[in-house]
């Protein structure tokens, strides 16, 4: 008789991030709990609705609008790019939250959503409306997380990762704002 091979499964982790790093890193933080730092960015149009936002030395975010919108739909329109940072913040909050209590992910992706509506035509004559009446009024996230943990340790790990996200955050909240010529 022939032996019977038995399947295995194999599991592989995301690339972890230094976790003694972070540890320094949080240990600043809580030695500092006042220090900022500044993020920058030059953003130039290009023409119609397209604009490239440099930062650093990378290479340029393209920003359009959808063709209803009277862009050329060659890039995400703003709103989208809005919530990439936010998926983007979240699955570094997360990952770090994950690495401090010492659990591997094997898997995390981030389906986000956004009610948004421009029935004031960006100001240019559309309907007349205040602050609170404008920009996303919901946002929805669903997390797929997989790790060496039970699902309510994963769960706890993206809720804390949740509040303290600085862009979901400066999303929530309030935060000054000043705007005028250069």
């Given at each position: 008789?022939?032996?019977?091979?038995?399947?295995?499964?194999?599991?592989?982790?995301?690339?972890?991030?230094?976790?003694?790093?972070?540890?320094?890193?949080?240990?600043?933080?809580?030695?500092?709990?006042?220090?900022?730092?500044?993020?920058?960015?030059?953003?130039?149009?290009?023409?119609?609705?397209?604009?490239?936002?440099?930062?650093?030395?990378?290479?340029?975010?393209?920003?359009?609008?959808?063709?209803?919108?009277?862009?050329?739909?060659?890039?995400?329109?703003?709103?989208?790019?809005?919530?990439?940072?936010?998926?983007?913040?979240?699955?570094?909050?997360?990952?770090?939250?994950?690495?401090?209590?010492?659990?591997?992910?094997?898997?995390l992706e981030l389906f986000l959503e956004g009610d948004i509506g421009n029935?004031?035509?960006?100001?240019?004559?559309?309907?007349?409306?205040?602050?609170?009446?404008?920009?996303?009024?919901?946002?929805?996230?669903?997390?797929?997380?997989?790790?060496?943990?039970?699902?309510?340790?994963?769960?706890?790990?993206?809720?804390?990762?949740?509040?303290?996200?600085?862009?979901?955050?400066?999303?929530?909240?309030?935060?000054?704002?000043?705007?005028?010529?250069?």
């Open positions: 008789m022939s032996a019977v091979i038995e399947p295995t499964t194999v599991k592989t982790h995301l690339r972890p991030i230094d976790r003694d790093g972070l540890m320094a890193f949080a240990a600043a933080g809580r030695g500092n709990p006042a220090k900022r730092g500044t993020n920058k960015v030059k953003t130039v149009m290009e023409g119609q609705y397209r604009s490239l936002s440099y930062v650093g030395d990378h290479a340029p975010v393209v920003v359009d609008e959808p063709l209803h919108l009277f862009g050329e739909n060659t890039a995400p329109a703003p709103g989208e790019i809005v919530l990439s940072a936010l998926g983007g913040c979240l699955a570094v909050g997360i990952t770090a939250v994950a690495t401090w209590k010492q659990v591997p992910l094997s898997k029935p004031a035509a960006w100001g240019a004559g559309g309907a007349e409306m205040l602050p609170p009446q404008m920009g996303f009024q919901a946002i929805r996230v669903k997390v797929v997380i997989e790790g060496d943990a039970p699902r309510e340790v994963l769960d706890e790990i993206v809720k804390h990762a949740n509040f303290y996200s600085p862009v979901a955050n400066s999303m929530r909240n309030p935060i000054a704002f000043d705007i005028g010529l250069a």
